[in-house]
């Protein structure tokens, strides 16, 4: 069966299991239905994020013009504290940025390599820790917009990462941590501005994979290198796809492309 699309990143639901999702204009594919299964992803060519454009995708699934242009890929998505709209001050479109930016946002602390510290707005709870690749995940504040937890994260960037391993993460070589003892132990070094914000309902949320067995070595594939892929998926975790010889493959990280789905 064919199916041409263009890639965004695996729709999610959480269950006892992970379920993951292709959007195609034809069907959901109900991608969990895939493991075990070979497929092929074929390169056809590209629809940027911005204008829809057949351009070259540069970053984030924009082309190059719309990648420096779109609000949506200004710099605060990536480093919150720099988010303005709390001050009514534009970086490229204030009304997106105040309706993104101005909404209730949360710090967390995530073990998917290791722990690590990460913002979020609350409407992307879950899906943002299963987007990393998180096995838990816990709370520690909830502010009224992005740029305080922005201030949050950077104070604790000192005491835990903010990045993930990613081939930890997909090998699944986590060590056992304590998160909640974690969690604790950050507070004191949260700034003065966000301690009023600090969550006291305090859950740890365990996250499960369909993963049938995690590789022992890795090696990313991407299309900008490959007309085509073709492998036996034995499952899926973050928005990657492993297959049986080590191979994976960053569903998100193709965002504008469009292919051809073929198992």
């Known amino acids: 069966m064919d199916y041409k699309l263009a890639l965004h990143k695996m729709i999610t639901e959480q269950t006892d299991e992970v379920q993951y999702y292709l959007k195609t204009e034809q069907a959901l594919i109900h991608v969990n239905e895939l493991i075990d299964k070979t497929i092929t992803v074929a390169f056809h060519s590209y629809q940027c994020c911005g204008c829809g454009k057949d351009k070259k995708i540069f970053a984030q699934g924009f082309c190059y013009a ?12 990536m ?12 970086d490229r479109d204030l009304n997106y940025e105040k309706a993104v930016q101005l909404k209730p946002h949360i710090v967390y602390l995530a073990l998917s390599s290791e722990i690590k510290v990460g913002v979020t707005r609350k409407t992307q709870i879950p899906t943002r820790w299963i987007d990393q690749g998180a096995s838990e995940a816990t709370v520690l504040l909830e502010t009224p917009n992005r740029y ?14 903010d990045k993930t391993s990613w081939k930890k993460m997909l090998k699944n070589d986590v060590d056992p941590v304590d998160l909640l003892a974690k969690r604790e132990e950050m507070i004191p070094h949260l700034p003065k501005e966000v301690q009023d914000y600090i969550v006291t309902d305090v859950t740890k949320y365990t996250i499960k994979y369909p993963v049938k067995k995690y590789p022992t070595k890795i090696k990313s594939t991407k299309l900008a290198n490959n007309d085509s892929i073709t492998g036996k998926i034995i ?8 297959f049986e010889d080590g191979t994976v493959f960053n569903v998100r990280s193709h965002e504008g492309y469009v292919v051809t789905l073929a198992f």
């Open 66 to 77: 719309c990648f420096m242009a779109s609000p949506q890929a200004g710099d605060w998505i």
């Open 79 to 90: 480093k919150p504290e720099l988010s303005t709209a709390h001050l009514d001050i534009e």
């Open 148 to 161: 305080l937890a922005g201030v949050a994260e950077v104070a604790l960037k000192d005491y835990v990462a």
């Open 235 to 242: 499952g899926i975790k973050g928005q990657y796809l492993l």
